[in-house]
């Protein structure tokens, strides 16, 4: 979710670079910035997702043996918070 957020602040920062105003004004700057917002992006998201398929497969194996104990807790949690963020 926070990767769409994201998304769409790159969005506007094309859109204002693309404007005539912004044109004259700063281009350089508005591009070298999204490019960054784009590199960050990137590393976070390779971050995020790079101990993910041991952690799959551990969590197979875990569920296969019948010794995963889930945190009922932490799912209730984001199950509330989930339903809470939908509009109505």
Known sequence: MKINESNSLVSLSIAVASSPATRSARPQTVSHSTSNTELNLNA???AA???RPE????LRSQVSSGAYQPQTGKVAEKIVDEAQSRPD
């Open 55 to 58: 952690r799959i497969a551990e």
């Open 49 to 51: 997702f790079a101990g």
């Open 44 to 46: 976070a998201s390779q």
